[in-house]
């Protein structure tokens, strides 16, 4: 499986809130205990935080409460994954959103962060429409594709 793909599973063994050693996830994944502690790291680095308890039963695991898991009740996981790729790798992204304003417009955006708040999943990220940075509620993206195209991170913004 692709790195991706392990740490997604990764992420649905941990769903179930139970400590699960380091050696158990890394039979499961078919990967090193390496590659799990390195998981961990990447996973925590994107805001999906992974508890660890050390001793002769300890291990990882993920608590229902993670800001992560509300991401399932109103996007896909998998946008999430695309978006903070998209950031990581600088690439544009092509979305149909959806705002009260504007109603449905095609844009597209130079994502920059993702974050949560209220319980709300956003992407900040210069909109190359407005010309201006903007915030982007996921659930209000109906569709999005990531461009082969990056941007530069020094963006001029005209007033």
């Known amino acids: 499986m ?7 599973t990764m992420l649905q063994i941990l769903k179930d809130e139970r400590i699960h050693s380091i050696q158990s996830l890394a039979e499961k994944l078919e990967v ?6 390195q998981y961990k790291l990447e996973l925590e680095q994107a805001g999906i935080y992974i508890y660890s308890t050390t001793g002769k039963y300890g291990g990882y695991q993920i ?3 993670n800001s992560f898991w509300k991401l399932e009740d109103v996007v896909k996981e998998e946008m999430y994954i695309i978006m903070k790729k998209a950031i990581q790798n600088r690439n544009k992204v092509k979305i149909e959103y959806y ?3 504007s109603g449905i417009t095609n844009r597209v955006i130079h994502p920059a962060e993702l974050f949560c708040y209220m319980d ?3 992407v900040a990220g210069f909109c190359e429409l407005r010309k201006e940075i903007r915030l982007f509620k996921l659930e209000n993206i109906s569709q999005y594709q990531v461009l082969e195209q990056c941007y530069d991170n020094k963006v001029t913004i005209k007033k």
């Open 2 to 8: 692709s790195k991706v793909a392990n740490m997604l």
């Open 63 to 65: 608590q229902k409460e």
């Open 120 to 122: 709300k999943w956003y």
């Open 32 to 37: 090193s205990e390496r590659m799990i502690r």
């Open 99 to 101: 705002s009260i304003h």
